[in-house]
């Protein structure tokens, strides 16, 4: 149904607002646009008859007006009918109207022949011009925020780096806590420890924790992680085994 209803007048606007309106989900496109270009062609056919008739009428009159007042000298019918329609087929709106009835025929005939759904020019343009840019600033604005985010990614990698070169390596810490109903390890470590992301789980001692935050803070071991632990788990390959040789467990 919205095939035929308003499939053929979404046809007519650019890709960017046929996407926004998912015309291609909720239409049969391709039959959408050649409904469209059958349609905007025989309406400019039409117009344009319309058009000539109008035109036409309105110069004859005014060349047979200037005629009989003398200021042309001997004219024939002929001649006056030659000069109204050189006037109606340099007139602008001529050429408009033929520019549609042809723009209709191409736009059926990628539709029917090859299925490429194309947009009327006037609204390409517009879009193009008058909305386009703002697209393009939208875009640029999240070039430079993922440009910023990775700067800042990068900037943090090298502070851990040079934070690492600065302390020496040492064991790591180890601390329980509870609160009322869960329990929570903390552990803070001199080095990062690789694939350490919330919220992988981690087995240590038989136990299985869940990776809850990772910070980077000062001192000696910058490197905290807070894990909370889980009533049961299940072993697997994305489950981190620790299993520190010397640590320091603090009361």
């Not at 110069?59 to 042309?72: C, E, F, H, P, Q």
């Not at 033929?98 to 947009?119: D, K, N, P, Q």
Request: with cysteine; proline share 5%.
């Amino acid at each position: 149904m919205w095939t035929y209803i308003l499939g053929p007048f979404l046809a007519l606007l650019p890709k960017p607002w046929r996407d926004a309106l998912e015309f291609e989900k909720y239409t049969q496109a391709a039959r959408a646009t050649t409904l469209s270009g059958l349609g905007e062609s025989a309406a400019a056919v039409i117009a344009i008859g319309y058009w000539y008739m109008y035109a036409m009428t309105k110069y004859v009159d005014r060349g047979i007006d200037v005629a009989m007042s003398g200021k042309l000298g001997p004219v024939t019918d002929q001649a006056v009918a030659g000069v109204a329609l050189s006037l109606w087929f340099a007139h602008p709106f001529t050429w408009l109207l033929a520019y549609f009835i042809l723009e209709g025929v191409v736009r059926l005939s990628s539709a029917a022949f090859s299925g490429m759904i194309v947009g009327t020019l006037p609204l390409f343009l517009f879009d193009k011009i008058c909305i386009n840019p703002f697209r393009a600033s939208t875009r640029n604005r999240a070039g430079r925020s993922s440009l910023l985010g990775s700067a800042a990614t990068f900037s943090g990698a090298i502070r851990e780096r040079v934070m690492s070169a600065r302390t020496s390596q040492v064991q790591d810490e180890l601390s329980f806590r509870k609160s009322a109903t869960d329990e929570f390890l903390e552990i803070c470590a001199s080095r990062r420890k690789d694939d350490w992301n919330p919220p992988r789980v981690v087995r240590f001692e038989g136990t299985y924790y869940r990776l809850e935050a990772a910070s980077v803070g000062t001192g000696a071991r910058p490197f905290r992680y807070t894990l909370r632990r889980l009533s049961a788990g299940v072993p697997g390959r994305s489950v981190l085994s620790y299993a520190p040789p010397n640590a320091l467990i603090r009361q």
